[in-house]
């Protein structure tokens, strides 16, 4: 549906996942043809504007009139879960400042999470995958790969990084999972959830001050860059945004290779399951805090902007056939993992864990298949992430 806003503008339906619909929306097809970009009305009334086009949204995500900061007039509000937090509400949460405030966090994090350092984790990664298979494995033939894999793995690796002792582990990779499963459990649960893990957060940063160890914790202490506030509200967003996000594309990634098990062991399958499927389309959430022009249209300060980030990947004029999967296609610069300062700090890190998933998992259960049509799998139509609620799987 479109109508006209009365300066004039034109509307489009905010081009949320519909149930039993394919995604991307077959609505951005539709949008990156059109002149410009266009404008929507989230849910709660307000206007922002989207946009489609892959050349766009890598212009827009490294244009510095453009802000990631929630505090800014016109940030758009879509999760239902809360959108990005401020710097009064959790202190540390990086992703949601600009530069220069933003530099200050993500110097001191870069090196944790460099090509260098994440070989290091790999025996770690490894470890952790291998167990989590052998839990798989005594399920009897069945399981939920979700629950039972793409979850689970995330959270031990994340544990294990930052320097939880082992016997914390059960109540934090515990209280994790609650605090990312969405579909499984209530706001209230996960603001509880959410609450304990800050507390425990803040007494294990304490611990680490006095017993430094050999984890991302006490090394990111001992920079003095940080304070231990804003270190605990880093840890909380580490859990967040890297554990759902990579889960998704863990299980998507799976029912993918099942469909073209010719890709099985093939290089560059990460990042095109990345790019193919786009799970975090409404992450990158922004506003401008002065006039700018993008697309041809001029956007001006206070106004919201959503780049789709699925659609900028699924843009016919970036890849060729971009609804195919194809790890061996020459054009390897989608926006995954986002583009500009913003760009995931832990894409190094995701790749080593579903490189290690896939390449174990597929060679220790060979006969892994769907327990349920493709067509009848739980897709993650609500909210801001897309994915899978459940991956029942037989072998």
Aim: one cysteine or more.
């Amino acid at each position: 549906m479109t109508t006209t806003e009365e300066s004039g503008a034109e509307t489009v339906d905010f081009p949320l996942r519909k149930e039993g619909a394919a995604f991307p929306p077959c609505e951005y097809a539709g949008l990156r043809a059109r002149e410009g970009l266009v404008r929507t009305l989230l849910p709660s009334g307000q206007p922002v504007w989207l946009v489609s086009r892959h050349e766009d949204v890598r212009a827009l995500l490294t244009d510095p009139r453009i802000s990631a900061n929630p505090a800014n007039p016109g940030f758009p509000k879509v999760a239902r879960t809360g959108g990005v937090p401020t710097q009064e509400e959790i202190p540390g949460w990086f992703v949601g400042l600009d530069p220069p405030d933003h530099d200050r966090f993500r110097k001191v994090l870069i090196p944790e999470f460099s090509v260098r350092r994440v070989r290091t984790w790999v025996p770690t990664i490894q470890r952790v995958v291998d167990e989590s298979i052998d839990e798989l494995l005594a399920l009897d033939g069945h399981a939920d790969l979700v629950a039972d894999l793409a979850l689970p793995v995330p959270s031990r690796v994340i544990s294990a990084i930052l320097g939880v002792p082992p016997a914390d582990r059960e109540f934090f990779e515990a209280k994790t999972q609650v605090l990312v499963s969405i579909a499984t459990t209530t706001e209230s649960e996960r603001a509880d959830a959410a609450r304990q893990l800050q507390r425990y957060t803040a007494r294990l940063i304490g611990v680490k001050r006095k017993w430094p160890g050999d984890d991302l914790i006490s090394r990111i202490l001992a920079t003095g860059v940080l304070t231990p506030e804003e270190l605990a509200g880093v840890v909380l967003l580490l859990l967040i945004a890297g554990h759902e996000t990579t889960a998704n594309n863990i299980a998507l990634g799976v029912v993918t290779l099942l469909a073209n098990p010719e890709w099985i062991g093939a290089d560059r399958v990460v990042d095109e399951i990345v790019r193919l499927h786009s799970v975090a389309d409404l992450v990158a959430m922004r506003t401008a805090v002065e006039d700018v022009t993008i697309g041809g249209t001029l956007i001006r300060a206070g106004e919201g902007i959503i780049p789709l980030i699925a659609s900028a990947n699924h843009d016919e004029c970036a890849f060729t056939e971009p609804d195919r999967f194809d790890p061996g296609r020459t054009a390897r610069n989608h926006v995954g993992f986002g583009f500009g300062v913003h760009q995931c700090l832990g894409q190094n890190l995701v790749r080593a864990e579903m490189d290690a998933v896939f390449e174990t998992l597929f060679a220790r259960v060979p006969t892994l298949r769907l327990a349920s049509p493709g067509a009848d799998l739980p897709f993650k139509y609500d909210g801001t992430l897309f994915g899978l609620h459940a991956l029942p799987v037989a072998w």
